[in-house]
């Protein structure tokens, strides 16, 4: 039995605790939040479908549950050639395998105060429930949506999550019977924001668009936010009272301290087993690693998942003597359910297609009962389904 300490309690976390336990390693996991944020699920928080508490697991119970140790502090360092972390409460050294789970940093355009993001802090879905209701009380306003890019990483882009607030809220002022009064409008700097999709699936997206009386604006960069309004670099702007804007992911601020190896975009550098480049006892999953694959490849939960699994699985194989054997490359795709708040879309991508397929109404509800599988499989209170 190994002492394994990991570093995160997102997604990717705990499903690496989860799955050590499970080999009977002693784990021990840190994590800067009391709870696990279900991010997926936190799409409906804007408006009003879901609260906070509907979104988080207590991961004290989660630990209790499982079996593993749970430490609410705060990496402050990592130093990873020497098997030691730094942490608010002290410095942990004694443990023979260490898990990197921390997620990433955001990029941080100019005037970033005044825009809330769907992946970022999740106070912020709160703050857009809030700011959302204002505008629905004042019966008119002017919505902006957008995601950013990271030219160095194009795997850290979170699109899929703003087009489902995006609809989501299309939607909620439709059933209020006010959508007529407030502009809708999406942006981006790419050109083809989605392209990972696939070209049939932008296809569809530009219809579903052109029905919902979306505007578009892309293809341009973002040169600066303000309160009222987005300024681009060819001088244009977009007039808003809400922005909501989730900036490409880039390296997180631990790792300005640590002695990781990081790519050009700030990320850690593994293998496809996971383990980080020069160090044969230290593994980054999640958002933390550099992501390897095809051009459209994107860094989504499911794959996190995976890695978590996968990096359990090879801990127990060095135990044991032998190499680390478990690849996260074979699981490379796109796979999500976009809700719409009246339906939903299944996008799946991998080498060989690229699937878009509308699923009006059921598609809102399966997406709603895979929240609901989440937390109740989490919890061990039903079983879990192989792969999920």
């Given at each position: 039995?190994?002492?394994?300490?990991?570093?995160?309690?997102?997604?990717?976390?705990?499903?690496?605790?989860?799955?050590?336990?499970?080999?009977?390693?002693?784990?021990?996991?840190?994590?800067?939040?009391?709870?696990?944020y279900i991010y997926p699920t936190s799409i409906w928080i804007p408006t009003g479908e879901s609260d906070f508490n509907d979104v988080t697991l207590s991961l004290s119970k989660l630990s209790s549950i499982h079996g593993f140790r749970f430490i609410k502090?705060?990496?402050?360092?990592?130093?990873?050639?020497?098997?030691?972390?730094?942490?608010?409460?002290?410095?942990?050294?004694?443990?023979?395998?260490?898990?990197?789970?921390?997620?990433?940093?955001?990029?941080?355009?100019?005037?970033?105060?005044?825009?809330?993001?769907?992946?970022?802090?999740?106070?912020?879905?709160?703050?857009?429930?809030?700011?959302?209701?204002?505008?629905?009380?004042?019966?008119?306003?002017?919505?902006?949506?957008?995601?950013?890019?990271?030219?160095?990483?194009?795997?850290?882009?979170r699109g899929g999550p703003v087009f489902e607030v995006m609809f989501n809220i299309h939607n909620y002022l439709k059933k209020l019977g006010i959508r007529e009064s407030f502009e809708l409008t999406f942006f981006a700097p790419m050109e083809k924001p989605?392209?990972?999709?696939?070209?049939?699936?932008?296809?569809?997206?530009?219809?579903?668009?052109?029905?919902?009386?979306?505007?578009?604006?892309?293809?341009?960069?973002?040169?600066?936010?303000?309160?009222?309004?987005?300024?681009?670099?060819?001088?244009?702007?977009?007039?808003?009272?809400?922005?909501?804007?989730?900036?490409?992911?880039?390296?997180?601020?631990?790792?300005?301290?640590?002695?990781?190896?990081?790519?050009?975009?700030?990320?850690?550098?593994?293998?496809?087993?996971?383990?980080?480049?020069?160090?044969?006892?230290?593994?980054?999953?999640?958002?933390?690693?550099?992501?390897?694959?095809?051009?459209?490849?994107?860094?989504?939960?499911?794959?996190?998942?995976?890695?978590?699994?996968?990096?359990?699985?090879?801990?127990?194989?060095?135990?044991?003597?032998?190499?680390?054997?478990?690849?996260?490359?074979?699981?490379?795709?796109?796979?999500?359910?976009?809700?719409?708040?009246?339906?939903?879309?299944?996008?799946?991508?991998?080498?060989?297609?690229?699937?878009?397929?509308?699923?009006?109404?059921?598609?809102?509800?399966?997406?709603?009962?895979?929240?609901?599988?989440?937390?109740?499989?989490?919890?061990?209170?039903?079983?879990?389904?192989?792969?999920?």
């Amino acid at each position: 039995m190994a002492k394994v300490l990991v570093l995160g309690g997102g997604i990717s976390g705990l499903e690496a605790a989860i799955f050590l336990r499970k080999d009977h390693h002693d784990v021990t996991l840190i994590s800067n939040r009391e709870y696990l944020y279900i991010y997926p699920t936190s799409i409906w928080i804007p408006t009003g479908e879901s609260d906070f508490n509907d979104v988080t697991l207590s991961l004290s119970k989660l630990s209790s549950i499982h079996g593993f140790r749970f430490i609410k502090d705060e990496v402050k360092e990592i130093k990873a050639k020497e098997m030691r972390v730094v942490t608010n409460g002290g410095e942990y050294g004694d443990f023979d395998y260490l898990v990197i789970a921390l997620g990433q940093g955001k990029q941080k355009p100019k005037g970033s105060e005044y825009f809330l993001s769907i992946c970022g802090d999740p106070q912020e879905a709160t703050k857009m429930r809030e700011r959302l209701n204002v505008l629905v009380s004042r019966r008119e306003g002017k919505i902006t949506f957008g995601f950013g890019g990271n030219p160095k990483d194009t795997s850290a882009v979170r699109g899929g999550p703003v087009f489902e607030v995006m609809f989501n809220i299309h939607n909620y002022l439709k059933k209020l019977g006010i959508r007529e009064s407030f502009e809708l409008t999406f942006f981006a700097p790419m050109e083809k924001p989605g392209a990972k999709m696939g070209e049939k699936a932008l296809v569809m997206m530009d219809k579903f668009f052109n029905r919902l009386d979306i505007r578009k604006k892309v293809g341009t960069k973002i040169r600066e936010f303000k309160e009222d309004r987005v300024l681009f670099e060819d001088g244009s702007e977009l007039m808003s009272d809400l922005t909501i804007f989730t900036p490409a992911g880039s390296k997180h601020p631990i790792f300005e301290k640590s002695d990781l190896p990081l790519s050009d975009a700030g990320f850690v550098v593994v293998d496809e087993f996971c383990v980080v480049e020069g160090m044969d006892r230290v593994f980054a999953i999640g958002d933390s690693a550099l992501l390897n694959g095809p051009s459209w490849r994107a860094k989504q939960g499911h794959v996190a998942e995976v890695m978590a699994r996968n990096v359990a699985a090879n801990i127990t194989y060095m135990e044991q003597g032998r190499k680390a054997q478990k690849s996260y490359l074979d699981h490379i795709n796109i796979l999500c359910v976009m809700d719409t708040g009246d339906g939903a879309a299944m996008v799946y991508r991998d080498d060989k297609r690229a699937v878009m397929l509308p699923m009006p109404i059921v598609g809102h509800w399966l997406k709603k009962g895979w929240g609901l599988y989440y937390k109740l499989s989490k919890q061990n209170k039903i079983p879990r389904i192989p792969g999920l």
